[in-house]
């Protein structure tokens, strides 16, 4: 796959709660330097969390708003929409930054317009 097309699939596999497609999307070695978590090394890693992802969300969309690529690089400004397990609602708004290698996620990096999903989360922005 072509970088776009890894992108693509990341945001499908996500908001279709597809853990398994979007594991096979990283690099066995990937390194994802997350707002919330830290720095996580390894898709096992990955492997690990996807149970918290799972438990902690009732519902969970990660809308792409604008995707630049260039070359083996892109950036994603998105726009998530979700609930927590409690039903409690999160609007949030940030940004992915991806190094693809071989067709795969080496490299990623994401921030979030709010930590963690603060005192703003439910107000629309404009």
Do not use: C
């Not at 992108?7 to 707002?35: H, I, R, S």
């Not at 799972?54 to 892109?74: C, M, T, W």
């Amino acid at each position: 796959m072509n970088t776009k097309e890894v992108v693509d699939k990341y945001f499908d596999a996500v908001n279709a709660g597809d853990w398994e497609t979007w594991l096979t999307l990283f690099d066995d070695n990937v390194v994802m330097d997350e707002q919330l978590a830290g720095r996580i090394e390894g898709v096992e890693s990955l492997r690990g969390g996807i149970d918290g992802l799972k438990k902690g969300y009732s519902s969970f969309q990660n809308r792409p708003l604008h995707i630049v690529v260039q070359g083996d690089e892109a950036s994603v400004v998105w726009h998530i929409e979700a609930a927590n397990a409690s039903g409690v609602p999160i609007d949030a708004r940030g940004s992915n930054y991806f190094q693809i290698k071989d067709g795969k996620i080496a490299y990623m990096a994401n921030f979030h317009d709010t930590l963690p999903f603060g005192p703003f989360v439910n107000q629309k922005l404009n």
